[in-house]
């Protein structure tokens, strides 16, 4: 597709169920970073995905926190057992590259996820 | 650790020129961006700088000193639609590769 596309646009799930939230990064883009933003906060980073290599989950808060990206393309973000802490906008963002060059990302529009 | 510090909140009259700073403590640096951020929008791209010195884009430029940990964002004859948040981050290594920490943000309101 022409951008990154985020899927769904809004979730609200009830305390203590499980949530996926997914990504299509554009097509070549070899980098994807998962973000969370709480409301008027700046972005957290929780993942980066580049390429093959092993993913840096540094940023991850918990072990309720996974994430996948297939075929080195389509990511999904699972946050499991939902805690009310966890509503925030997830932003999704990829890059051609991220090696020492200027590796602009492309974010998403987010899913704003609520948890009631 | 990775620190990357910006002022919360700034206000500007329409026209004027505003100037939002920068600092950081990174784990390694290569490079640092600005993105431009509209309430419940994405954020975009506004400027990138990886060498010292200062990067003129339109009304926009940004400036960077490396020995000092310190960028800028200059924004010069405000208009009101540059009401948005203003984000400052800095790609670090990571596995041999870079990623892209954020600051932050800086909500700037422009007023008539």
């Known amino acids: 597709g022409a951008g990154v596309s985020q899927s769904p646009s809004n979730k609200v799930t009830e305390k203590g169920k499980d949530v996926e939230l997914r990504c299509d990064p554009i097509s070549g883009h070899t980098a994807l970073y998962w973000y969370r933003q709480s409301l008027g906060q700046g972005l957290e980073f929780l993942i980066y995905f580049q390429g093959n290599s092993a993913p840096d989950k540094s940023g991850l808060p918990s072990d309720r926190f996974s994430a996948e990206r297939t075929g080195g393309s389509v990511s999904t973000l699972t946050i499991q057992r939902t805690q009310q802490e966890d509503s925030a906008v997830y932003l999704c963002?990829?890059?051609?590259?991220?090696?020492?060059?200027?590796?602009?990302?492309?974010f998403g529009q987010g899913t704003r996820l609520t948890v009631v | 650790g990775q620190n990357i510090d910006q002022p919360t909140e700034m206000t500007a009259t329409e026209g004027a020129i505003v100037q939002i700073n920068c600092t950081y403590q990174?784990?390694?640096?290569?490079?640092l961006f600005w993105y431009q951020q509209h309430a419940g929008e994405a954020p975009t791209f506004l400027s990138y700088?990886?060498?010292?010195g200062l990067e003129e884009k339109g009304r926009f430029s940004s400036f960077l000193s490396r020995s000092k940990g310190y960028s800028y964002l200059l924004l010069k004859e405000l208009q009101m639609k540059d009401s948005a948040s203003y984000l400052c981050a800095v790609l670090t290594p990571s596995g041999g590769y870079n990623k892209l920490i954020f600051g932050a943000g800086t909500r700037l309101a422009v007023h008539p």
């Open positions: 963002a990829s890059s051609p590259t991220g090696g020492p060059v200027n590796t602009e990302a492309f």
């Open positions: 700088n990886v060498l010292d």
């Open positions: 990174t784990s390694g640096f290569n490079g």
